[in-house]
């Protein structure tokens, strides 16, 4: 069963930085999108940004200009570059890899806790 290795969350002063990475535990073929997605307490999971396997990028609003998302195709990893980090970005962050042809696959990764303090 594949899974996804996420690193790098931690405890970070407002101003701060921190950079995600999640690698895939084997090889996923035909990927469509991979992914980093994030949930506050007592809010719904909400997408962060999204990075196509053609390269098209996708940011919500909140973290437009201040995060960067990449990815290494080939070694089946997913990047977040985290700049300017405000405490309202506090949340566990989570990886995700859409794959497939016919059918869509979701993977998720566990979860890796991003704490901006004030």
């Known amino acids: 069963q594949v899974q996804l290795v996420e690193s790098g969350g931690g405890l970070v002063q407002a101003g701060g930085a921190l950079r995600l990475s999640c690698a895939a535990s084997?090889?996923?073929?035909?990927?469509?999108?991979m992914g980093w997605y994030r949930q506050a307490p007592g809010k719904q999971r909400e997408l962060v940004a999204l990075i196509t396997s053609g390269g098209s990028t996708q940011y919500s609003v909140p973290v437009k200009g201040r995060f960067t998302i990449s990815s290494d195709n080939a070694k089946n990893t997913v990047y977040l570059q985290m700049n300017g980090l405000k405490p309202e970005d506090t949340a566990v962050y989570y990886c995700?890899?859409?794959?497939?042809?016919?059918?869509?696959?979701?993977?998720w990764g566990q979860g890796t806790q991003v704490t901006v303090s004030a």
């Open positions: 995700n890899i859409m794959a497939g042809n016919i059918y869509e696959y979701n993977y």
């Open positions: 084997e090889t996923i073929f035909n990927i469509r999108a």
